[in-house]
DNA sequence: CCTACCGATCGGTAGG
DNA sequence: CCTACCGATCGGTAGG
């Protein structure tokens, strides 16, 4: 790498911020990471907080991508639940440190953007909650006793996924879309 | 508080470690906590590190008792899972700082404590999974296609639960135990 | 349990 | 993008 460009620093942050938390990683371990001194990274970001907000911003697009296609593409409840699965483990296998990042490192951020996160977790939850409601009454999904907690209990297996699964071995990423499809279905 | 002793300390660091996580909580602000100077702590305590370590001892000691007692209790598989999902619930419902700060900040435990933890939660998972091929064998639950998998999502639910439970409102524990029961076994 | 302090490290700035 | 530096804060110790 010739030069570093602001994507790098936030990228960077992302991997730190995962692999070690926000308080536990520091300019200068950022700079190192970058083969750089920490207090050129200030000519890229303004602060280290902005470094949060940025990949927090990042990871939440993400999955606010991810349930728009899923929720686009239709279908019946079954299929579009299928598709909000199997988009959440995209994000979250193809972008492991944004995605870690925004869901174990936001509570550090400030009231305002914390809240922002927290409003877009729950349209997240809400469309979870939405595909199984329709999936009940298509008939394609068992009705289940109370639907916001089955998207709770789904998106509890979904987000847990980055601290177990490591996509060498003998399950592949379908195999492991498949296996919570049924296991939250059956 | 007329004296403060040693488990007032780990206590107090058990809160704060949930709360902001190690590398957020300073000796002073633990201090503060307890209404003492920062390094008044360590007339109880070696180092901050040390404090880390007592409290995840805690909260393994707290997961390997219920799992210790719901096994002991006998039964048929869907009783002993049953009796694994109240069990752990009320660690994590009755001691959620400890519960906390075992599942989330054991990563920054030295190679040795971290390597502790990683063998206590193997042997944790194991007693779920033994007791899904306990239940399909006697016929109590329903036949999973990989029980350590089942295992792995039972476990990803309830340790979500302090992330989003709260024990007002309409739903109570053993409504919850019951709603996490029958979304893994049906 | 506090005061007084240690060297190390923190986030960040000035100036080039 | 680096050097040189700032004040603040860190974990921890000595001594009472």
Chains 1, 2 share one sequence.
Do not use: C
Not at 29 to 40: D, I, N, P, T
């Amino acid at each position: 790498m010739t030069q570093t460009s602001r994507q790098d620093v936030i990228d960077a942050a992302g991997r730190l911020f995962a692999k070690r938390g926000y308080h536990g990683t520091s300019m200068r371990k950022l700079g190192k990471e970058l083969g750089l001194v920490g207090s050129s990274l200030y000519s890229h970001v303004g602060s280290k907080e902005e470094l949060l907000v940025e990949v927090v911003r990042h990871g939440a697009a993400l999955f606010e991508g991810s349930v728009d296609k899923a929720r686009a593409g239709g279908g019946d409840g079954a299929s579009q639940l299928r598709n909000l699965i199997t988009g959440h483990l995209d994000v979250v296998l193809d972008n492991r440190d944004a995605a870690s990042t925004y869901l174990n490192e936001a509570s550090v951020l400030d009231a305002d953007h914390r809240n922002q996160v927290r409003a877009e977790r729950n349209r997240y939850e809400q469309a979870f909650r939405d595909v199984y409601d329709l999936g009940a009454k298509d008939g394609s999904l068992p009705l289940s006793a109370d639907s916001k907690l089955a998207a709770i209990f789904t998106l509890s297996v979904l987000n847990a996924v980055p601290r177990w699964y490591r996509p060498l071995g003998p399950l592949d990423r379908n195999d492991l879309a498949e296996a919570i499809f049924s296991f939250v279905t059956r």
